[in-house]
């Protein structure tokens, strides 16, 4: 052995600081989401939701197919964190279709221009007045889409436990032509920014992201746990926490249309939330609320969230009896980079280590050049089985932001520490036109 290869330092110094059982070489699987949720309807029954959801997406399936919805074609969802949000994302990868995710917030500019640049089909759109096609959301979506490629607008209700009978009472579901997806075909298309082009994300994507951090959080009861779910399903990181990943762990997972304090935390008590995933300015607004209220969140065991301030860190740990997780994802990794691990070896105040799986490098901004040396700042670079394999409709970004090798840019500053742990500090200009 040389004496360069006795001092030369630990390419991966993180992953000493991994908890107990979580593997440095994940063994993902070679499927699709809808294989997911096909295992988790069978593992975890009716107890936890799955079954019951299983059998509304392959109801609203047959509609969508009925609708002329065939594989590879885009549908767009215009929809809050609801279950016809569930029903509707599963029914559109089922059929080998891809989702649009659209924040249903967006201005009409922003409709216009995602729905055009996407050549979405379809659009599913919300409507808390009843789920009649001349609703208000079908109003507003039938102005912005004269330009596009949009042929048909269906409004569901975002109220409620489940889809009603509208889209469930459907004819004998014939045979998918062409088959179902194959993991590395095209699941998403998420927009990162509401004027940049979309970036992709693959089935494989997401199924990677989702057996990442259930991978992490080796703690979770397997079909016990109840999830509260903040993040917007439109985000990737909202579909990793709110749709993929509990398709692994068995969780019950509670969509709010509604995220405001109160309700969340009505919701918590009644439901007996055990799992909350939320975002730093979730976390100062629940936290704005009488000390009192956050009794309500006293069942919980787990709080996932993104790169906290001190401040606010501690407050959380002093009001609730949970284990805070701080962790940092991007859309063109599935919302799947980084994270904390639980107990002695968490780094408050930082992002945590790379998931399994998960390469990171430093480099000087705007560069794919050398390392930096570990306490210099410079670009995050992140590579693994959960990053998208490019931006739709735009090649020149592509070549940008995904470099030889596999490394993303991912347009963040951080830092990386001698033992591995990673504090993201800001993001820069250079890697988002």
């Not at 047959?62 to 594989?71: E, Q």
């Not at 089922?94 to 917030?105: F, Q, S, T, Y």
């Not at 055009?116 to 096609?133: E, F, H, P, T, Y």
């Not at 992490?216 to 509260?228: D, F, I, S, Y």
């Amino acid at each position: 052995m040389t004496e360069s290869q006795v001092t030369a330092p630990d390419p991966r110094p993180w992953l000493r600081f991994y908890a107990a059982g979580v593997p440095h070489r994940p063994q993902i699987p070679d499927v699709t989401i809808p294989a997911l949720l096909d295992a988790a309807a069978r593992r975890h029954g009716g107890r936890t939701g799955f079954r019951g959801l299983h059998r509304a997406v392959g109801a609203c399936a047959d509609t969508l197919r009925t609708r002329g919805i065939r594989h590879g074609d885009r549908v767009a969802l215009v929809l809050p964190n609801c279950p016809w949000f569930a029903v509707a994302w599963h029914a559109v990868l089922r059929l080998g279709a891809v989702a649009v995710a659209i924040d249903p917030g967006a201005s009409a500019t922003t409709l216009r221009r995602q729905l055009a640049d996407s050549g979405a089909v379809l659009v599913v759109a919300g409507d808390s007045a009843g789920g009649s096609a001349g609703g208000s959301a079908g109003e507003r979506l039938d102005a912005v889409r004269g330009d596009t490629c949009v042929r048909d607008v269906v409004t569901v209700p975002i109220d409620g436990e489940w889809p009603g009978s509208a889209w469930t009472r459907t004819p004998a579901r014939p045979k998918p032509r062409g088959g179902g997806p194959k993991p590395g075909d095209l699941a998403v298309l998420a927009y990162v920014t509401a004027d940049g082009p979309a970036a992709m994300l693959t089935h494989a994507n997401l199924v990677a992201a989702a057996h990442q951090l259930t991978l992490w959080q080796p703690q979770l009861r397997n079909g016990q746990e109840t999830a509260l779910a903040v993040t917007p399903l439109w985000q990737p990181h909202g579909l990793l926490f709110g749709l993929t990943a509990p398709l692994l762990t068995g969780t019950r997972t509670l969509l709010l249309p509604d995220p405001e304090p109160q309700t969340l935390l009505r919701t918590a008590r009644r439901r007996k939330a055990t799992l909350l995933a939320t975002g730093p300015a979730d976390c100062r607004r629940l936290l704005r609320r009488p000390a009192h209220e956050l009794e309500a969140l006293a069942t919980v065991r787990t709080w996932l969230t993104e790169t906290l301030d001190t401040e606010t860190a501690d407050r959380i740990r002093g009001a609730v009896d949970a284990v805070l997780v701080e962790g940092h994802g991007i859309p063109e990794a599935a919302g799947a980079v980084l994270a904390n691990p639980r107990g002695a070896n968490a780094r408050p105040g930082t992002s945590g280590l790379p998931l399994p799986g998960t390469e990171i490098r430093i480099v000087q901004e705007g560069t794919s050049g050398a390392d930096l040396p570990p306490g210099h700042a410079g670009e995050l670079l992140v590579r693994g089985p959960q990053v998208c394999p490019g931006y739709w409709g735009d090649p020149a970004r592509t070549a940008r932001r995904l470099l030889p090798g596999g490394w993303l840019r991912t347009g963040d500053i951080a830092v990386l520490g001698p033992d591995g742990y990673v504090t993201v500090i800001g993001g820069i200009g250079a890697a988002s036109p």
